[in-house]
């Protein structure tokens, strides 16, 4: 099992930025994708920005396409995710995860990862 530990979360006004990192404890030859995901109490895990390790390919949730950046470090096995521009509405849990070949669930689905992070609080204030 990949531990996946997640950090840079905290209080921010609208309109500022912040950079979400997730390092990986290893990166097997099962991981396909790495991303992120956002939870709100009482709502379901939505799917914010996952990212392909061996192309570096990036897909994001509509809500945040144009504001959050996800990246990768393959040396350090961490992912980042640089959010900008943010909004009340972007407040929560933002939890990171690791998926497990042979795997045929979307990357938006959150069942496609196996492997989760505890989760950093992300609160923007209006």
């Known amino acids: 099992q990949v531990q996946l530990v997640e950090s840079g979360g905290g209080l921010v006004q609208a309109g500022a930025s912040l950079r979400l990192s997730c390092a990986a404890s290893?990166?097997?030859?099962?991981?396909?994708?790495m991303g992120w995901f956002r939870q709100v109490d009482g709502k379901e895990r939505e799917f914010v920005a996952t990212?392909?390790?061996?192309?570096?390919?990036?897909y994001y949730g509509d809500s945040v396409k144009g504001r959050f950046t996800i990246s990768r470090d393959n040396v350090k096995n961490t992912v980042y995710l640089q959010m900008n521009s943010l909004k009340p509405e972007d407040t929560a849990v933002y939890y990171c995860?690791?998926?497990?070949?042979?795997?045929?669930?979307?990357?938006?689905?959150?069942?496609?990862?196996?492997?989760w992070g505890q989760g950093t609080q992300v609160t923007v204030s209006s």
């Open positions: 995860a690791a998926d497990r070949l042979p795997n045929y669930r979307t990357y938006r689905d959150r069942n496609r990862y196996a492997d």
């Open positions: 290893e990166r097997t030859f099962s991981m396909d994708f």
């Open positions: 990212i392909r390790w061996s192309t570096g390919t990036t």
